[in-house]
């Protein structure tokens, strides 16, 4: 039962299982298959289900997995159930879900149904949610639960454990607990750990941590997940511009973050702008809307690169075999480019760039796109002279490729920093203007440097 | 002193005044400096200093600081640090060091420094870091700590208790307390929370969890990470082949194992072979080592489309502003290729794929790929016309532009399930296919369709 093997062919048997078991009406062999599964593993299986089946399924559930596996549904698949729920249902499930959970879920909803769902809230709910709803989206404010444990200096160690045996069911995490003052400012931590080991008759003044890592409502969710990564925490507190505690923010809501944000980036240097929605859940207009922008931006791009290309006929005419080349330049380039764009992207949002400023990084990758350029260019200088028999046009592709590297390196990895100076997503913006640096200035360079090697 | 804000400038006066206050010989006034602050922020102010100083900064902590600042050193300074270490400092520090993080420096030091150290370790110490290093990298066994807490199910809440207080700064983790059998086998898990909320004569059998989420030594450590994100824990259990707890992987490291893998992912996408260092400490010819393999394999292809266009020398010397067209058909086809591969490459290193097969991904993209040649298509035969005057041209480069965009997003959506199903990596293999794909093919579709329409 405690293996790895052991779960994941269980998880296999439920979502093979429980359809069937569903389809012959067996309820109570729908319910005992689910008995010994994770709540994660049975969202899994009930999004499998086809949408009529999906809240017979739910309904098996007993009230407390019913919530967790709620949370672990998909959006589209809360929304369903959303409209087949009882008022009943929705105080059991919605009310008892974790706000920020709740709020992620509201934030996907027509404006009318969250309307009806506010109202149906018990006030506490209600106003939790309200609370991180009026907070923008991407921030502390909005990831973070309201739900956590606050005490004052002056506890003792054991009236502390006393006050968590009857809040526990109510927050989401107590493994760190927040000392406030009475202006309800954020004034130390205690860990579990830390109570456990201590005498009970203690004052919290006396072992808890002063130099409290805390964020503010409005830091970007990205730097929250930074924080949390660079102080291995488990969680981290939020605070208002007053300095008071407000709510806290958890270690598996920042790794969701992590996962999305590089998800994001990704896409990005594909060429795709994201809303942070599943791709594979989108409909085709929605695909070919995210996706047509940067093919459009693009097509611009080589639409100058054939202009050129074309302003050049006579020489072009007089030695076709120059057009033979482009593609290999231009592609060459562009490779050398978006590598250069790629480490350079990922470090200004990792930590790996550390403090090395602009001008070394850029320095660096002009050096490594001679180098690069260098070891290419004798490469093409031979096989395109064993190609051709042409010598003047080989060593001209050869010069031009050393230029072009050069060139597509300063440009991947200078244009970065510019577009993060003027306040531009890099990942974004760097492609498009890094393709027509590469293209156009280097079909250009090639062309003249043809032109002298050629003597035309 | 609790706020972000507070905190980031004293990360930044202590960047800014620890060297000053060195070269000054102000040892007194460095070591106050540094009170206040947390340990990875010490580390990343050592990393400033020049290597002479490095060691005189570090001497300036308490043995107990010292050890937690060690660990969040780099790995080139902390290799650094070991060599002007006395045998007692490595005592004092190696020796503490929590055995995951100690087997990552292990790793990168030279075989014969290793040994040395292994030696100075105590027997204890050298036992843990041994078991480790006998592990594959990259799998949960190389990733554990063997410092967690096992207790028996006889035991009660009180007792677990007492026990916790004895054991808590052996261990990493204290969260979750883990229950084994006389075979020394995973039965069950406890929270900290459940014994906190218990009643204290309670044997654990009563409070704990049977159903344990756990993985194996040898699981794949994305693996690892998925399996801790998918369930939300802060540690996971990790097993032998008789079921035998033998160490945890906690959520802190598997929060950088999600961040490398991205960054690995990323890289790969952006045509870089990386061994998970840090590109920007590489030297120039790792670097280039590292980027002209893709290079080169990219430079074939694009000789192959070079060959295929100078094959066709007489079509174009006839029509020579074909020639003008062919950067643009193969840069789009390489862009709607790339974001097809990007998303499908992204969906399979995560859980966004869901179940979906091959054959509705790639049916998906065909028709995304349909929609936007078409649209494009559109565009290109407008501006053709307008630009070169010449309909027949205009009309094959748009039809080319539909049938090269179904290509592309076939290619870079069925290919990487391919090397996938060969258990080759998506993210490296399959940009170069794709690209070979799409020119190559692209190409010869355009100059036919173009011999079709101009009668040639």
Redesign the interface.
């Known amino acids: 039962?405690?293996?790895?093997?052991k779960?994941t062919e269980l998880r296999q048997l439920v979502r093979s299982q429980l359809l069937l078991l569903l389809e012959s009406n067996n309820l109570q062999g729908a319910k005992s298959l689910l008995v010994?599964v994770?709540p994660?593993d049975i969202a899994e299986a009930i999004?499998?289900l086809p949408e009529s089946m999906q809240v017979i399924a739910f309904r098996l559930l007993s009230k407390a997995e019913a919530i967790e596996v709620y949370e672990y549904l998909d959006s589209s698949v809360q929304q369903a159930l959303i409209q087949k729920f009882k008022r009943q249902e929705v105080r059991e499930v919605v009310d008892q879900m974790s706000p920020d959970d709740r709020v992620r879920l509201f934030d996907e909803l027509p404006a009318k149904v969250v309307r009806q769902l506010l109202e149906q809230l018990s006030p506490e709910e209600r106003q939790a949610t309200n609370l991180l709803l009026g907070y923008e989206e991407d921030t502390a404010g909005r990831v973070m639960t309201p739900e956590y444990i606050s005490l004052k200096e002056t506890f003792t160690v054991s009236e502390t454990?006393e006050r968590?045996?009857q809040q526990?069911s109510k927050s989401e995490i107590?493994?760190y607990l927040y000392v406030t003052n009475a202006s309800r400012?954020?004034?130390g931590i205690v860990s579990?750990?830390d109570?456990?080991?201590s005498e009970p008759d203690l004052p919290l003044s006396e072992i808890m941590t002063?130099?409290?890592?805390?964020?503010?409502t409005d830091?970007d969710q990205e730097e929250v997940a930074r924080?949390?990564?660079?102080?291995?925490l488990?969680a981290l507190p939020v605070?208002d511009r007053e300095?008071r505690l407000v709510g806290v923010v958890t270690?598996?809501d920042?790794?969701?973050i992590?996962?999305r944000e590089?998800?994001e980036?990704?896409?990005a240097?594909?060429?795709?702008q994201t809303d942070g929605d599943?791709?594979?859940q989108m409909n085709?207009w929605t695909?070919?809307r995210q996706?047509?922008v940067?093919?459009?931006v693009?097509?611009i791009?080589?639409?100058f690169?054939?202009?050129i290309?074309?302003s050049q006929?006579s020489l072009?005419?007089q030695v076709?075999?120059l057009?033979?080349?482009?593609?290999?330049l231009?592609?060459?380039g562009g490779?050398?480019g978006?590598?250069s764009?790629?480490?350079v992207i990922?470090?200004l949002n990792?930590d790996?760039?550390?403090?090395?400023g602009p001008a070394k990084?850029v320095g660096?990758e002009a050096?490594?796109g001679a180098?690069?350029g260098a070891?290419?260019g004798i490469?093409?200088i031979v096989?395109a002279y064993f190609?051709?028999g042409n010598l003047a046009v080989a060593i001209s592709v050869g010069i031009s490729l050393v230029a072009i590297a050069v060139l597509a390196s300063v440009a991947g990895s200078s244009l970065p920093f510019l577009f993060r100076y003027l306040g531009l997503d890099p990942a974004l913006m760097s492609a498009p203007f890094i393709?027509t640096a590469v293209?156009v200035i280097g079909v250009l360079i090639y062309f003249n440097i043809a032109r002298v090697m050629l003597r035309l």
């Open positions: 039962m405690t293996t790895s093997a779960h010994p994770q994660v999004e499998d454990i968590i045996r526990a107590i493994y400012q954020l004034v579990l750990r109570l456990v080991v002063r130099d409290v890592v805390s964020i503010h830091t924080t949390i990564q660079r102080y291995d488990l605070v300095d270690v598996d920042v790794i969701d992590i996962e590089a998800t980036d990704i896409y240097l594909g060429g795709l599943n791709y594979f085709l695909v070919a996706r047509v940067w093919l459009f693009l097509l791009t080589n639409t690169t054939g202009w290309i074309s006929q072009l005419e076709v075999i057009a033979a080349f482009i593609p290999l231009t592609g060459t490779n050398v978006a590598q764009s790629t480490v990922r470090g990792t790996d760039l550390n403090d090395l990084v660096r050096i490594a180098l690069l070891i290419l490469v093409v096989w190609l051709q393709t293209d």
